[in-house]
């Protein structure tokens, strides 16, 4: 066997007549007079194969361990379908089971089963169509990700994972340390003994990095030092966030897509946004046309429309001012009220989207108290160079801003909201020596995958989530 194989995907543009192997795992066997009809899948595709099994072929005590969720090879010819929707099928002429599944106990079953349960049997929901439809996008959208910045000269960077500074400056962060360690706890009547946590030291420089360390919360700041150097660079990798949260659009680690540019001002960096997201969302459409349309039939209707009229149409842009003005004279009733200066809802996006503006808007200009301390200042001293992508259905899908190029303006910036300055003295260094005006933007990839794909909780775009209380897997 070789990785070379043909899958699934493949044998559908074969003519019949040829000779063909089909691998996979079986979703159903179905027995009729004289014939048994398997529904094989190897992933590779949304559509299933048919392998027609006649009577006498396989031998009966074999085609028995045939069943849902056995892994399997059949070998045979590709013939004509009659059924509808198929344009050819496999009759198999041999069978190599790979490793068989007792039906009474396979979690999977042809029955459909809540996105809850699935969750609990992550590793095997992919065998199902739903989430194996959900990974195929997962996969085509990081491909389209990397060639749209490969494609305009773009460098892919690697940031770290660990960090002494907090990139957002909001306190949200898990603290790596090798401080802790467990002990092996008394036991009670009838119950196993659970491990005690104790620290071996208070100091933070005994431990491993002689410095409180944290799981990063961005790598945005790191990708500006190498923006400084090569101009245009992205990140595309896990970050990690300690909200105590645990609604449908959060979680404890996701991955962020982080592109920086050098040389670049704010209208620049609407300019990349908006290039990204149609270009993305249209290569998806294009490249996972069965699991879209799956997605529009059974979990989000007229969500091809939405897409569609994301990658046609212009993008709006107005300011958060301006946006304020058109909520609070819109004469809709919301759940928060509306004043200049809060931080907006998803329920004042949506309206701006789906009701006011029809189509994707950018706002930009927010007031400087409800953005991080990196962002730069106007010069009303109330707002800030930043930026939010707001699109129908989902609200924020992509933040950034022109960042603080200017020493003292940056310095002032961090002290007026309590942060120390010396864990960012490197960050400061970049506007002591040759500073230049720059700006990015941070895309989380499971709040895009929320959007392309109609799922509604976001513990269901990534193979194993990570929220509070659950860590399994």
Known sequence: M?????????LFNLTPGTEASAYGWVKTRRDSKGISFVQLSDGSCFKDLQVIVNEGVIAADTLKVITTGACVRFDGKIVASPAAGQAVELEATSVEIFGAADPTTYPLQKKGASFEYLREIAHLRTRGNSFGAVYRVRNRASYAIHSFFQKRGFHYVNTPIITASDAEGAGAMF?????????E?????????????????????????GKPAYLTVSGQLEAETLAMGMTNVYTFGPTFRAENSSTSRHL?????????????????NMNLAEEFLKEVIGDILNHCEDDLAFFNQRIEPQLLETLNHVVDSPFERLTYTEAVKLLKEGGEKF????????DLQSEH????????????????DYPKEIKAFYMRANEDGKT????????PRIGEIIGGSQREERLDVL??????????????????????????????????????????????????VIPYHRTPGHAEF
């Open 349 to 364: 996006e949506r309206w701006l989207t789906e009701v006011k503006v029809g189509r994707p808007v950018i706002l930009t």
């Open 2 to 10: 070789d990785y070379r194989r043909t899958y699934v995907r493949d």
């Open 252 to 268: 404890a680690e996701f991955w962020m897509v982080e592109p920086e540019m050098a040389f670049c001002d704010l209208g620049g």
């Open 175 to 183: 603290a790596v340390s090798t401080l802790l360690e467990a002990h």
């Open 411 to 460: 310095e002032s910036r961090i002290t007026e909201l309590g942060l120390p300055l010396d864990p960012y003295w490197w960050y400061l260094d970049l506007r002591r020596f040759g500073s230049a005006p720059h700006a990015g933007f941070g895309l989380g990839f499971e709040r895009l995958l929320l959007y392309v794909t109609g799922m509604k909780n976001i513990r269901d």
């Open 335 to 342: 759940e928060y009220p509306v004043e200049w200066g809060i």
């Open 384 to 391: 800030v160079r930043a930026m939010d992508v707001l699109a």
């Open 185 to 209: 706890g008394p036991s009670t009547d009838g119950e196993k003994s659970k491990p005690v946590f104790k620290m071996k030291s208070m100091n933070p420089e005994d431990d491993f990095f």
